[in-house]
């Protein structure tokens, strides 16, 4: 079925073949798309990448979408690792599938995050492509045109980004099965879990969105103004995610729910915050059975009060200090006539590493 019928099936030079036996690492394996270089993917096509059955029939129909679908994993992989640059777990990721190893499969916040973040990058970047008219199935909202507001000067005009399409692509591509997702649950499996998540991250998108508006008039009056509906920058979703992520709940796992019988009571789930089953270790250590890499040999701040000052990425274990030469241009000086003179300038600085 779906686990036996997935894998790397070819990939030009590494050639590798992978066999995914679980079935929850296949449906995360479309994220190494976001990791690929460009039109490697779009070489491959549909029925030769890491996908699902589903999602491959669904990709092949859909095929004007492979370039979104990659997108949008790049998208969510970029911000994933701009988002976490400065934290002990750094979002890294490698080129196996599933290429977020350990983390996409542990229950504990940072799946949810991952989730989040691919599931927003994917309705953002489907999004775009409606907006940009590549696409027949969507285009701008249309439902604004014509409206607005004469008496207080504007009107809808332009493209407003019209999200109902990316976000239909996104749950479609995503979830494994549309079930009726309850916002008052009393346990979660791991793929529960993954599914609302996804869902917080597509709402990000829709809870993000701004109106924008352009003047018009005699010289600049702003008589008349045309809006439209946007998307934020996706790295204001992302911030926007991680705040999510700080604020995140654990929840009940199902398999445990007789053991803590106490906290059975149904809790109030908003469907915009992330959830989480497992608490996450405290990434210091390198841990190869679990995939954690340790923050070892990671820069640090010295100055930093933050999660990258020393003390906090270093775990307290300390660390190493390193003269690095720094090279610059400096001291340019444009000279009559046409080019410009610089110095070359070196300076000492000082770079710390965790012990
Ligand atoms: C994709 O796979 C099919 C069959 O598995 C094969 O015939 C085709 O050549 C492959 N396409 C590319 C671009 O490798
Ligand atoms: C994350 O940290 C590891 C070391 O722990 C480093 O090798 C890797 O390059 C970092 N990844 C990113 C995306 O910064
Ligand atoms: C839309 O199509 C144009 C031309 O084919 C392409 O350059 C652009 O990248 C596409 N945009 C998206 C978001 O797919
Ligand atoms: C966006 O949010 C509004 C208000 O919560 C909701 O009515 C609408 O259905 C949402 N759109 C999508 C595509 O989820
Ligand atoms: C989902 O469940 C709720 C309550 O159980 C119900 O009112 C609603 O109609 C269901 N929606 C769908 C699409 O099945
Ligand atoms: C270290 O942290 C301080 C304070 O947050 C900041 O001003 C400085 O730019 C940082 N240095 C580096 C090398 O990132």
Redesign the pocket.
Known sequence: MEARNCGVRHMNTLSLLLVCVCPLCCRGSWMWLGVTSPGVVEKLGCSNLSLSPRQRELCSRKSILLPGVREGARLGVAEC?RQF?HERW????NQKVPVFGHELTSGTKETAFIYAVMAAGLVHAVTRSCSQGNMTECGCDARLRGGGSAAEGWHWGGCSDHIQYGTWFSRKFMDHTLKNMSTSRSSYTLSTMNQHNSEAGRQAINRTMSTDCRCHGVSGSCAVKTCWRTMAPFQRVGTYLKDRYEHSMQVTERSKRKMKWKDQRRLHVDKHQLIFLNKSPNYCLEDRRRGI??????RCNRTSTGPDSCNLLCCGRGYNTHVVRHVQRCECKFVWCCYVHCRRCESMNDMHTCK
């Open positions: 690792q640059r750094n979002c890294s990721t890499a340790g923050t070892r040999g990671r």
